[in-house]
């Protein structure tokens, strides 16, 4: 037996929830490519055309791991493909906050919510990497029954619940501490 090994209900909340944040967050970058490619650039990480790439492919792959986190066979895998996307994510996010470009659009959330980068963020990404070593984990061996599947669904939908509140926190702290400053 592992030395770590979730109960099984713990890994397929983790895996549904991550795939609803990851699937959703596709779903709101390709329904305004445009803007999330401007996103990209502003980070100025990558030149022009590689950012109109990485504006698609971020996308692709987000759709792609939550795609895979729903399925048993493949749940590692998305967790892993969702984990590397966490990662670079965070990582464009930091560099930028050490650069001091903090009024920048994330790019992570709904297109013209405004929410910029932050620490937060990163933080936030830690949490959803966390949650991506639970969905990948070894389970314990038990036999699942009817009361299980109830309990992964209810908890994976209040877990992304929970998600996508703190975003709105998120970005509502921030309109809110610039609303603030503007006489």
Known sequence: MPVFAVDPVLGHASA?????VFIVGAWHKFADLDAFRLAVERYRLL????AGGAALALPM????????????AS?????????????LASTAVAVNLLRGHRDIDCGCGTPG???RLSWA??????VLLAAC??????????????????????AALALWTLYAAANELLADSQRLSSSRMQP
């Open 121 to 126: 963020l990163v933080g936030r990404n830690a």
């Open 47 to 50: 030149a022009a055309p590689a």
């Open 61 to 72: 792959a987000e759709a792609l791991a939550g795609l895979m986190l729903l399925l048993p």
């Open 16 to 20: 549904a929830a991550l795939a609803l």
């Open 75 to 87: 749940r590692t895998a998305g967790a892993a493909l969702a984990a590397a996307v966490l990662v």
């Open 113 to 115: 919510t405004g929410q």
């Open 133 to 154: 070593a639970v969905a990948a984990a070894p389970e314990q061996a038990r036999e699942l029954v009817w009361l299980d599947a109830f309990t992964a669904v209810f």
